[in-house]
């Protein structure tokens, strides 16, 4: 594995970069800016990014762009706390990737069980029970899996109003039993257990790829308040108190960086198995790193760190919301162990 960044992903990084830099919200209160919001949207809709995953038809199905690739940009906007669907309609693309499904005409996202742990699933064309559908914003369908001859084929379900939960940035929708659901058509083929791996493995290096964005971000944050803010007349960054935390904080982002890195690379050029295990002890790390780092930033700002207006809280929330998709530090710790063939009789579970 080559670690360093090609110049057209440099490019691809810098373009996500100045795109969070001008459009996403840089207060609490911008949050509720509509016409800022609407921009962004539209931006990120222009630049196809919700779309690297979608097949690439003079290519046979390989998609139009590396999982490394598409983690740059989903680092990029979780850095920004961006407030624009990116991770649902990215899943979406990839489902009907290996469905060899056609793209979608219009927004889509993806549906999860009531957790976040898993892709929701009906059955005699219904949800049998309540699901979850991420990244709801102005998406009217989500795609859920329905069980079938060979494996599982796609159908979508009516979004109902999204709305902002824990993650404030990114708006969720609860699909209510009996939620009906239908058919897709033009499936090339079943999604197989094989195909599900490969598509977590692509959800866990992306929601990795969110933490150490949200992270990044976090850290830049408390940084720039530790250069400002002034206590006994020097600025509180001279602490050394201070300075060990946002040490400790900045050695985590890295080591999270650089396995999240790993992760996404893994899911286009190892076996499904070993890609799954690589995206799992990612999410481990970094799900367990990004609440410690979150948590330090807000004790670095101090009393106003629990404030509404401090952004702190907002990193915060975005890193929570996104160790829940897919399985969090136990989880994705229980898939290495089952990958490696660990279990009960080892002594260590």
């Not at 690297?52 to 906007?77: D, F, H, K, N, Q």
Request: charged share 20%; net charge negative.
């Amino acid at each position: 594995m080559d670690v360093r960044l090609s110049a057209e992903q440099r490019a691809l990084r810098d373009s996500a970069a100045q795109v969070v830099s001008s459009l996403a919200p840089r207060t609490v209160r911008e949050l509720d800016d509509s016409e800022r919001a609407a921009k962004l949207d539209a931006t990120v809709d222009v630049s196809g990014w919700r779309e690297l995953r979608t097949a690439a038809v003079a290519a046979g199905g390989v998609p139009l762009a590396s999982a490394v690739e598409t983690a740059i940009v989903a680092e990029e906007l979780g850095r920004g706390l961006a407030d624009t669907p990116f991770l649902g309609p990215t899943l979406a693309a990839e489902l009907r990737r290996l469905a060899a499904a056609p793209p979608g005409s219009s927004l889509e996202t993806v549906a999860f069980t009531p957790d976040l742990s898993a892709p929701a699933c009906a059955a005699d064309g219904v949800l049998p029970s309540p699901a979850i559908a991420i990244d709801a914003r102005a998406a009217p369908s989500a795609l859920v899996l329905v069980p079938a001859s060979g494996g599982y084929r796609l159908a979508s379900a009516a979004v109902p109003d999204a709305r902002a939960t824990l993650d404030l940035t990114r708006s969720v929708a609860r699909l209510d039993y009996p939620a009906a659901v239908v058919s897709l058509p033009a499936q090339g083929r079943p999604l197989t257990a094989e195909d599900l791996v490969r598509w977590t493995s692509l959800g866990l290096a992306l929601t990795c790829a969110d933490l150490v964005g949200a992270m990044s971000g976090a850290v830049h944050l408390a940084c720039e308040y530790a250069l400002t803010r002034r206590q006994y007349g020097v600025a509180i960054g001279t602490f050394q108190a201070v300075q060990h935390r946002l040490a400790d904080a900045f050695v985590s982002l890295e080591g999270s960086r650089s396995i999240a890195l790993h992760a996404a690379w893994a899911v286009d050029a190892s076996p499904a198995g070993a890609a799954l295990a690589a995206a799992a002890s990612a999410k481990a790390y970094c799900a367990r790193a990004a609440r410690t780092v979150c948590e330090a930033v807000i004790q670095v700002h101090g009393g106003i760190g629990n404030t509404w207006e401090c952004l702190a809280h907002l990193y915060l929330r975005r890193t929570l919301f996104s160790s829940d998709i897919l399985g969090g530090v136990g989880a994705s710790l229980a898939r290495v162990l089952d990958h490696h063939g660990i279990g009960p009789g080892d002594g260590l579970r």
